[in-house]
């Protein structure tokens, strides 16, 4: 397995480029993630880890990676990680001309396989589907981050493999809210639902098991960057904060702190770079087991690091109208997906020794 701790030249152009266009951004402003999206589709994020023949540029998930991070950084609410790199690739196996209305920002679809209770037990899915002169859907998912316009459901099939479906997003019962980052999320009901049939049996379950993957992965891309984003502010603000005639920074207990904080940040960097090597992997079983350890140190680091980054700015690391916080709440909502980050330490271990 290739670790590559250094970016390309063009991954190092790219990122340059998203950091400049979120540098104007105010994370404790919601924005436009309609606008945002578009933006996205305009410079070519949405391509570029998409193949040629899907209208991509031929990059790799490591690029997609680069993105996310930045658009992390930033707190860019619009689901460029959930729709243009989880989503359109499910597509992807479906149609490459369908991964293509993706890359060029003209269809925006959205994975919507979580169940209540599935607690990332990926395949223990209770959405049915029914051939009736047509497919019918019952059933209900959750957990579901961002707009869109069209839904890719999974259902059991009526001889018992799995399916994935889409349904346009006006036909859709979703029920909306916003998540604690301030994110668009939503709950789908199904009910005797139209939908059309993507892929089905074993294609279908392998397009599935990689989306999963791809989303733990490149979500903790997303992560990183917000971690990143509060301990530069955080150090910014211990170099400049005095207290008691001296820089709060050159306390010593604050010192080994803000070290901690780095030790699990590059902790957090180094196992991204092992979930991206095992998103290039042959392997499926180990491309999970590493999808799953990646999310849960991730999800680990997140926490204390931005926690941490409260702490250390004292009463006003609370407030609304500080911007620590609102890093603190992309660190708790993407913690508590996929079943949290105690249960994607019992999926490492299950898929280590089964």
């Given at each position: 397995?290739?670790?590559?701790?250094?970016?390309?030249?063009?991954?190092?152009?790219?990122?340059?480029?998203?950091?400049?266009?979120?540098?104007?951004?105010?994370?404790?402003?919601?924005?436009?993630?309609?606008?945002?999206?578009?933006?996205?589709?305009?410079?070519?994020?949405?391509?570029?880890?998409?193949?040629?023949?899907?209208?991509?540029?031929?990059?790799?998930?490591?690029?997609?990676?680069?993105?996310?991070?930045?658009?992390?950084?930033?707190?860019?609410?619009?689901?460029?990680?959930?729709?243009?790199?989880?989503?359109?690739?499910?597509?992807?196996?479906?149609?490459?001309?369908?991964?293509?209305?993706?890359?060029?920002?003209?269809?925006?679809?959205?994975?919507?396989?979580?169940?209540?209770?599935?607690?990332?037990?990926?395949?223990?899915?209770?959405?049915?589907?029914?051939?009736?002169?047509?497919?019918?859907?019952t059933g209900r998912k959750s957990a579901i981050v961002g707009s869109a316009s069209s839904v890719i459901v999974s259902a059991r099939l009526p001889d018992g493999a799995i399916g994935l479906f889409e349904i346009p997003a006006d036909d859709a019962a979703l029920r909306t809210y916003e998540t604690i980052d301030g994110r668009a999320g939503g709950e789908l009901s199904l009910d005797a639902t139209p939908a059309e049939l993507l892929l089905s049996g074993a294609t279908a379950e392998a397009a599935l098991r990689e989306a999963i993957d791809r989303a733990l992965v490149l979500e903790s891309a997303e992560a990183l960057g917000a971690m990143e984003a509060a301990f530069d502010m955080t150090r910014e603000y211990l170099m400049t904060?005095?207290?008691?005639?001296?820089?709060?920074?050159?306390?010593?207990?604050?010192?080994?702190?803000?070290?901690?904080?780095?030790?699990?940040?590059?902790?957090?960097?180094?196992?991204?770079?092992?979930?991206?090597?095992?998103?290039?992997?042959?392997?499926?079983?180990?491309?999970?087991?590493?999808?799953?350890?990646?999310?849960?140190?991730?999800?680990?680091?997140?926490?204390?690091?931005?926690?941490?980054?409260?702490?250390?700015?004292?009463?006003?690391?609370?407030?609304?109208?500080?911007?620590?916080?609102?890093?603190?709440?992309?660190?708790?909502?993407?913690?508590?997906?996929?079943?949290?980050?105690?249960?994607?330490?019992?999926?490492?271990?299950?898929?280590?020794?089964?």
């Open positions: 397995m290739e670790l590559n701790f250094l970016p390309t030249e063009e991954q190092a152009m790219l990122r340059e480029s998203v950091r400049r266009w979120a540098a104007c951004r105010d994370v404790r402003e919601t924005g436009d993630a309609e606008a945002d999206w578009a933006y996205g589709a305009e410079q070519g994020w949405l391509m570029a880890g998409l193949p040629e023949e899907a209208g991509g540029l031929g990059g790799s998930d490591a690029d997609s990676a680069v993105i996310a991070e930045e658009l992390g950084r930033a707190l860019v609410r619009a689901g460029f990680v959930e729709s243009g790199m989880v989503a359109a690739h499910v597509l992807l196996a479906a149609s490459p001309e369908r991964a293509e209305e993706v890359a060029i920002g003209g269809a925006l679809p959205i994975l919507a396989h979580d169940e209540p209770g599935m607690r990332a037990r990926y395949l223990d899915v209770s959405t049915c589907a029914v051939d009736d002169g047509g497919w019918k859907l904060r005095k207290q008691y005639g001296q820089l709060i920074g050159d306390f010593q207990a604050l010192r080994h702190r803000i070290a901690d904080m780095f030790i699990e940040l590059e902790q957090a960097r180094s196992i991204l770079q092992v979930g991206l090597a095992g998103l290039a992997s042959s392997d499926a079983g180990e491309r999970a087991r590493l999808a799953a350890a990646t999310r849960a140190r991730v999800a680990q680091a997140g926490v204390f690091v931005c926690g941490q980054a409260i702490q250390l700015h004292g009463g006003i690391g609370v407030t609304d109208e500080y911007p620590v916080g609102h890093f603190f709440k992309r660190i708790v909502a993407f913690a508590n997906r996929h079943g949290g980050e105690a249960r994607q330490v019992e999926r490492f271990a299950e898929l280590s020794y089964s």
